[in-house]
């Protein structure tokens, strides 16, 4: 159960695009569309944000969209804003019925 | 609204026991799979355990397999993690969090720490 692969960190200005990244396996998320994305302020619990590769749950900002291919997710954030700055993890369903987790991107709103 | 209060948590020496429970309210508590997942100190998210709706399905992560297990009691709407034979790297925050269709936490309790130190 190896963890999937995120960037330590990334950074934007507001107003900018970013696309953070979430790297598996065949047997995780090129295998099933069951890939997530969690936002999470400190001290805070996570809060879903893309469920399903890209499906937005109801009350989340259409700023943030998902995307898959292959063995890699993406989470598009756009309009970056002072507020978006936070920890992102991606999780994924496995073949062994189990979910594995990304080890975290910090973003840093310059 | 929906809700998960998490309760339990402490601090328990290395091969101790803990039992950690999370109250469900606000939702059909039986209709739903449910997980735990923990956070280190300062860590990333770590999936622990899942469980189906009548309890018939569970899975564990390989860190907690054989120690920890996963129940619900639907007539009580909650939650339950035994954690035995507890170590050091086990202390972590402690979340439950609800399983929406595709799989995912889509609501999460405030979460509970427990310490394991001697």
């Known amino acids: 159960q190896s963890a999937l692969t995120q960037p330590a960190s990334v950074s934007g200005s507001p107003g900018q695009s970013i696309t953070l990244s979430c790297t598996g396996t065949?047997?995780?998320?090129?295998?099933?569309?069951?890939v997530s994305w969690y936002q999470q302020h400190p001290g805070k619990a996570p809060k879903l944000l893309i469920y399903?590769?890209?499906e937005r749950p109801s009350g989340v900002s259409n700023r943030f969209s998902g995307s898959k291919s292959g063995n890699t997710a993406s989470l598009t954030i756009s309009g970056l804003q002072a507020e978006d700055e936070a920890d992102y993890y991606c999780?994924?369903?496995?073949?062994?019925?189990?979910?594995?987790f990304g080890g975290g991107t910090k973003l840093t709103v310059l | 609204q929906v809700q998960l209060v998490e309760s339990g948590g402490g601090l328990v020496k290395p091969g101790g026991s803990l039992r950690l429970s999370c109250a469900a309210s606000g939702f059909s508590f039986s209709d739903f799979y449910m997980t735990w997942i923990r956070q280190a100190p300062g860590k990333g998210l770590e999936w622990v355990s899942y469980i189906s709706q009548t309890g018939s399905t569970m899975s564990y992560s390989d860190s907690v397999k054989g120690r920890f297990t996963i129940s619900r009691d639907n007539a009580k709407n909650s939650l339950y993690l035994q954690m035995n034979s507890l170590r050091a790297d086990d202390t972590a925050v402690y979340y439950c969090?609800?399983?929406?269709?595709w799989g995912s936490g889509d609501y999460w309790g405030q979460g509970t720490l427990a310490t394991v130190s001697s």
């Open positions: 999780s994924s369903y496995t073949i062994s019925s189990t979910w594995v």
């Open positions: 969090a609800r399983k929406n269709t």
């Open positions: 399903g590769v890209n």
């Open positions: 065949t047997s995780d998320v090129g295998a099933y569309n069951h």
